[in-house]
């Protein structure tokens, strides 16, 4: 592929490069053999094939489920104490890498400010990490940081790239209210929520690891739920997206996506046929299936006694209203319809006349069929009333009808979708359904309630979920730990130390730092799962705080023996994500509006005028509607149909035209330039340095300090011109 | 380049409207990618079209009211409409009367109905297929079936339009490869799915701006943005020079540079003021019906000449089902036939007097076509077992029937052509082996034609 690892994820994501349309020729043998072998292995079943070496026939065999033994931290080659540098000194040193000193004070707090809370430091703010030159500084800074509510927000929005956040899909029910869970997210980040527990909730709505108390005095308890987890739920209700039978696709979202998430798994592939690459049969998927079967989506009434009854009153005004206008229409029409009616029904053959002119109550089984396959021909819409109304009569008829359409019934109550366990359902027998079709289940095929990759069958004592939940947080299970761990470590440094973060399967290959991983996610378990903790170890370590910018030798040197920086010789530069692009403009208008929590807004819609953090413009998907704003289309925003471990980072001309033309960049333009001549009356120097500290987190050097003031010409009005100017950098779009 | 991140077997996001620099202009272009690496390995058939103009009727043409007549002998008479939707039990149907009067045309003696006068005139150019078929009976799942010619969601499937201009590129790097005009039916229409943003279509509009955001905001003078953009580069200057090996820093050059390539090439496309009025007529532009689909059809016809791959033009998409949808009454297909008839013979014969349809194949469809009795006494139902698409130019052989609908019309019987023999037709008229469009997703072959899909051959010249 031409394009670069730095800007476009694809390659990395999926190998679509044009190499395999070549393959078809020149591969295409070898492509057509392996087809046919992995088909065999297909039929033969699990094991009995040989042809393919490499992937692993047990799960003992796949590196991923491996226990996770804590490694030695490597000694010398670094003097710093943070063990994640001692692995990286000596992955570089192994490799003759030289790494890049520290980065400058500004552009570390630029770093992590963005990182840790997804916005830009203010000048305040890099005026106190200045004057705070103590060795505390830095970790006052990332202390405050991660206090920061705002932060919540930012890792909020990651996790929910992972979970799947939407506020709409295809056929939604959980659709009003899932921005509840949304905020749970979010509150619980900020609470630190340990992460087993932060999993456990959201599948089980109870974060709790012992469900069962026995006290001193011997009396036995259940532990309640923590009132809010009720919310958490909302990651299983989100799944029910079918027409017609929103339960459906409930439990397929639910296997998919926790495997995909939790396990980094691609269970998915075992819908249709026994993995091709990892241990994982057709029956595995749908065991795990099983466990969420017997859930349906139910709302959940949010409304206090008072709004009850208010609302109550509302739809008795409505409803009378309503019927009023009804009635005196249906008196209205009365004669047109009849008219109508009986031409069509005089036009049917007389048997189907004479069915459906007896009441309802005394026609046969036939005639009642008859009565029903003809009701689509007896039903007269208004246009074709209107066909045989004079001109007078169709405005009078309009009359109605616009009265009728002006009727709004009263805003629903508010209320949260949740899932619960259906008795029924929980009792019916489940199948293996070919190519998961509900309709085709193998009979033959039985399954019973279970998950992959295990080689005892799982007793479900405290129920099927639970079961699930308490098998995922188990200390001896490390696919947790590796694949949360690694998704932090690739948020904050764009890529993992495994490669591929969705799939710990043998088509990830193999990890790049192994060592670290386990080191990292041991620790975390050590810690409590503490996220918290993870973070601040991470920006804590020298690795994260080396300079991206690379002299000339060292780069020669280097980008030769690891061009993609897996050794994290250089902090990578990345660009910011669509949320944080128009959060960071905001901020420069000085309009961003910081408060957390409640419904997503439409960006694109009437409702535009919110200055609200981007996390909570609404997104989604809908086959018939545009549901995900132009902008976030733009900018690589994940609408929430997949398990997106990672934004791409797209370089687009439209990304240019949005942000040398559209609206947005004009009025922030506008505002960020009268703030700044405002804060600065006169003083077009002091203005232009006040521009840098606030869009790029810096000072200007003494040639960008009269580069402006040569485009200014001690022109105020200009300054819209220069703002304008630093919004479309591209050290504005990226973080180095 | 691992595989990876894949939800379950793998995808990319949606997005409209998306490309990425880095990876070459508009659109990620194989022949340009492997003529740079000195083979032709993707084996080419001769190709006969250079572009592509697909006209998307959204809501399903009634093809019996258009150009598949039946006769009135059934009319009044109970159907059995078994197998409708997903209703396998006996449903009796009363069939209803077609009230068009259909004309032989040309040397061919096609007929079409009243409703299509003047597509009639170029019908000698137009090959009819009137055995069409698709499986999805409600609009949207049927529109995306037609779209990507796949009905699972397991994987987010590519539009046609999408996978040409992956397969293909652009001859003009100015402008996109594959561009949309009108409102489609589902945002599906314009995705590039799993094949990446970079293919995704591009809607363009008539007007003076085509492109969102293509112009500076209206108190921006010339003069300002030219000082502007001369500040913007200088003050890029030093970060561009420290971070020099990033091609994305690169790439963001060079976006810059595309986006004012584009703002000074695609006003110009769609500029109409040098088109002479009898071309203009032509088209219908100014016509009281016409003007609208007229303009995007001349549009479509300067996009082809300026070497746009893939052109799909909707037509009376309107948010919801597609105004196509006469439930109600057929009658309300007439206008939507007056505006299109003759903007469609216009573009045909404008093509062909410039010698552009040789190579400019023309499709025109729909989701399905309507069942030959009615829920409501004078309109159709959703028909998907049976309808009519037909193609002209880029090497089809026009004045072609190929085949044949049952006796009232409700289902293909005879050479019946499924959406993915439709696509596998425009495919290879472009120089493609639809067998060998195969790309790998984590492990996983898929395509854009599913296996025993054959081109309609009988319709090639």
Request: charged letters at 20%; hydrophobic letters at 40%; a neutral charge.
């Amino acid at each position: 592929m031409v394009s670069s690892p730095n800007c476009f994820e694809v390659p990395r994501n999926v190998n679509v490069a044009p190499s395999s349309f070549r393959r078809t020729v020149d591969a295409g043998w070898r492509a057509i053999t392996v087809r046919v072998v992995l088909a065999l292995w297909a039929v033969l079943g699990w094991g009995v094939a040989t042809s393919a070496p490499t992937i692993p026939k047990t799960p003992e065999e796949l590196w991923a489920l491996r226990p996770i033994v804590r490694p030695a931290v490597p000694e010398g080659g670094t003097a710093s104490k943070n063990p994640i540098d001692a692995f990286i000194a000596k992955s570089c040193r192994d490799r003759g890498l030289t790494t890049t000193g520290p980065a400058d004070p500004l552009v570390w707090l630029r770093r992590v400010t963005f990182d840790l809370t997804g916005l830009a430091p203010t000048p305040a703010e890099q005026e106190s990490y200045l004057e705070d030159s103590s060795a505390g500084g830095r970790d006052k800074a990332i202390a405050r940081l991660l206090g920061s509510e705002q932060h919540g927000v930012r890792y909020g929005r990651h996790w929910l790239d992972v979970l799947r956040y939407a506020d709409f899909d295809e056929n939604m029910p959980a659709t009003p209210g899932i921005h509840y869970w949304r905020d749970w997210v979010i509150h619980a980040i900020n609470q630190d929520l340990p992460f087993d527990d932060f999993v456990r909730a959201q599948i089980t709505g109870n974060r709790a690891a012992k469900r069962k108390t026995i006290s001193p005095e011997g009396h036995l308890s259940e532990v309640p739920p923590r009132p809010e987890d009720r919310f958490a739920l909302g990651f299983l209700a989100r799944g029910a997206t079918s027409p017609g039978n929103a339960d459906y696709q409930l439990s397929f979202s639910a296997v998919e996506t926790i495997s995909t998430a939790f396990m980094g798994m691609t269970i998915g592939c075992a819908k249709c046929h026994d993995h091709f690459f990892d241990p994982i049969r057709q029956a595995d998927y749908y065991s795990m299936k099983a466990i969420f079967d017997p859930l349906v989506v139910r709302p959940m009434d949010l409304a206090t006694p008072e709004q009850v009854f208010a609302h109550g009153r509302s739809v008795a005004e409505h409803e009378s209203r309503l019927q009023r206008v009804v009635e005196a229409m249906r008196r209205f029409v009365a004669p047109y319809h009849t008219q109508l009616y009986e031409e069509r029904l005089s036009a049917l053959p007389p048997e189907a006349q004479a069915a459906i002119r007896k009441p309802e109550k005394q026609r046969s089984a036939a005639e009642q069929k008859i009565a029903e396959d003809y009701h689509p021909i007896l039903r007269i819409d208004p246009i074709k009333m209107k066909a045989i109304m004079t001109p007078e009569v169709i405005k009078e008829y309009d009359g109605y009808l616009k009265q009728l359409a002006a009727l709004k019934a009263p805003e629903p109550l508010p209320v949260f979708w949740t899932v619960e366990d259906d008795a029924k359902r929980a009792s019916e027998k489940r199948y293996v359904l070919t190519t998961g079709d509900p309709a085709r289940p193998k009979l033959s095929q039985e399954v019973q309630p279970g998950f992959p990759l295990v080689t005892r069958p799982p007793e479900f004592r405290d129920g099927r979920r639970e079961t699930l939940a308490d098998w995922l947080t188990a200390a001896e299970n490390p696919l947790l730990p590796r694949v949360a761990v690694n998704r932090i470590w690739q948020w904050h440094f764009g890529s993992g130390l495994h490669g591929s973060a969705n799939d710990f399967g043998s088509l990830g290959g193999a990890p790049i730092h192994p060592q670290l991983l386990d080191y990292l996610a041991a620790e975390f378990i050590a810690h409590r799962y503490s996220m918290k903790w993870l973070h601040t170890l991470i920006v804590t370590s020298e690795t994260y705080q080396r300079a991206s910018r690379v002299t000339a030798d060292a780069a020669i040197a280097n980008q030769r023996i690891d061009p993609d920086n897996r050794m994290y010789w250089k902090y990578p530069l990345n660009r910011l994500e669509a949320e944080s692009i128009r959060d960071a403009l905001l901020q420069a208008a000085g309009t961003l509006e910081l408060h957390l929590g409640g419904k997503s807004f439409d960006m694109g819609g009437t409702n535009v005028s919110s200055n609200r953090r981007t996390a909570y413009v609404q997104r989604g998907y809908r086959s018939y509607q545009e549901v995900m704003p132009a902008y976030l289309q733009t900018f690589d925003a994940e609408d929430g149909r997949i398990v997106c471990p990672r934004r791409n980072q797209t370089v687009t001309a439209p990304q240019a035209l949005f942000l040398m033309n559209d609206s947005l960049t004009e009025d922030v333009s506008k505002l960020f330039a009268a703030r700044l001549a405002g804060e600065f009356p006169g003083d077009l120097t002091s203005a232009v340095r006040a521009g840098y500290r606030q869009a790029l987190g810096r000072h200007p050097t003494s040639t960008e300090e009269v580069r402006a003031s040569t485009y200014l010409a001690g022109d105020p009005s200009r300054l819209k011109g220069f703002s304008w100017a630093v919004l479309n950098l591209d050290e504005f779009l990226y973080l180095r | 380049m691992t595989s990876s991140s894949i939800y379950p077997c793998g995808r990319f996001a949606r997005r409209r409207f998306l490309h990425q620099v880095g990876a070459g202009f508009f659109g990620t272009a194989i022949g340009a990618v492997l003529a740079a690496d000195g083979g032709n390995s993707v084996p080419r058939i001769t190709p006969r079209a250079r572009s592509v103009i697909f006209l998307f009727m959204c809501g399903g043409v009634s093809h019996l009211d258009t150009f598949d007549p039946k006769g009135n002998g059934m009319a009044g008479k109970l159907i059995n409409a078994v197998g409708f939707g997903d209703n396998m039990a006996e449903m009796m149907r009363p069939v209803i009367p077609c009230h068009r009067t259909f004309t032989p045309c040309g040397k061919s003696g096609i007929p079409v109905s009243d409703w299509f006068p003047h597509v009639g005139s170029v019908m000698d150019e137009i090959a009819v297929v009137r055995s069409m078929y698709c499986h999805e009976t409600n609009h949207f799942p049927a529109v995306v079936e037609m779209a990507t010619g796949h009905r699972d969601r397991l994987l987010e499937h590519p539009t046609l339009g999408s996978w040409v201009s992956f397969a293909l590129g652009n001859e003009n790097q100015n402008l996109p490869t594959f561009v949309n005009l009108g409102r489609p039916s589902s945002a599906v229409q314009l995705s590039g799915g799993y094949l990446g943003a970079t293919v995704s279509a591009t809607p363009f509009q008539p007007g003076e701006v085509p492109i969102p955001n293509l112009k500076p905001p209206k108190n921006t003078s010339a003069a300002d943005r030219e000082r502007q953009m001369q500040l913007l580069s200088a003050m890029n200057e030093e970060f561009r020079r420290d971070y020099a090996i990033h091609s994305a820093i690169a790439a963001r050059t060079r976006s810059y540079e595309l986006a004012a390539r584009m703002q000074a090439c695609a006003p110009e496309a769609v500029d109409f003021s040098n088109e002479p009025e009898s071309i203009r007529q032509q088209y219908g532009v100014g016509g009281a019906d016409t003007d609208d689909f007229g303009k995007r059809l001349l549009l479509a016809r300067r996009l082809v000449e300026r070497g746009v791959r893939f052109i799909q033009v909707c037509h009376a998409g309107n948010g919801g089902n597609g105004a196509w949808d006469a439930h109600d009454d057929m009658g309300s297909h007439a206008p939507l036939c007056r505006q299109t008839d003759r903007p469609i013979a216009g573009l045909i014969s404008d093509l062909k007097q410039r010698g552009l349809l040789d190579t400019t194949l023309v499709v025109w469809t729909s989701e399905f076509g309507r069942t030959p009795w009615s829920q409501n006494t004078t309109g159709r139902d959703h028909n998907p077992k049976g309808f009519t698409s037909w193609l002209a130019g880029g090497g089809v052989r026009g004045g072609t029937i190929w085949g044949r609908t049952d006796d009232v019309g409700y289902r293909a019987v005879q050479d019946k052509v499924y959406i993915n023999d439709l696509q596998a037709t425009i495919i290879c008229q472009l120089g493609l082996d639809p067998k060998q469009m195969e790309i790998e997703i984590s492990g996983r072959p898929v395509r854009l034609v599913e296996e025993g899909s054959e081109p309609i051959r009988g319709i090639l010249a």
